[in-house]
């Protein structure tokens, strides 16, 4: 079992940074695959990113590629969202996931098995 908690969303303008974090619990955090998605108000869950195991290897969305990063600190059990050049519909809430069988980096929410809470992130213009 993971328990992954995210860290507060914000209220950023457009344009603007914003980072927020997984903390994972339980099993070990260094054999799963994380993965970021959000979910936009009345829509589904889509993808955003995800990091490999080590975090050496990395995938993004191409909605969001050159203005996030994902990455990784196994020691502290902790996931990071830098999120940079915000734009208004990237308002969503975002959640962190762990995928156990981490065949790859998956883009499927069904794919992940454990999630976070959620986390509200909303930018205006």
């Known amino acids: 079992q993971v328990q992954l908690v995210e860290s507060w969303g914000a209220l950023v303008q457009a344009g603007g940074s914003l980072s927020v974090s997984c903390a994972a619990s339980?099993?070990?955090?260094?054999?799963?695959?994380i993965g970021w998605f959000l979910q936009a108000s009345g829509k589904e869950r889509e993808f955003v990113g995800a990091?490999?195991?080590?975090?050496?290897?990395?995938n993004y969305a191409d909605s969001v590629k050159g203005r996030f990063t994902i990455s990784r600190d196994n020691a502290k059990n902790m996931v990071y969202l830098q999120m940079s050049s915000l734009k208004v519909e990237d308002t969503a809430v975002y959640y962190c996931?762990?995928?156990?069988?981490?065949?790859?980096?998956?883009?499927?929410?069904?794919?992940?098995?454990?999630w976070g809470q959620g986390t509200q992130v909303t930018v205006s213009s």
């Open positions: 990091i490999s195991r080590t975090g050496g290897v990395t």
């Open positions: 996931a762990a995928d156990r069988l981490g065949y790859g980096l998956r883009t499927t929410p069904l794919d992940y098995d454990y």
């Open positions: 339980g099993r070990t955090f260094s054999s799963d695959v």
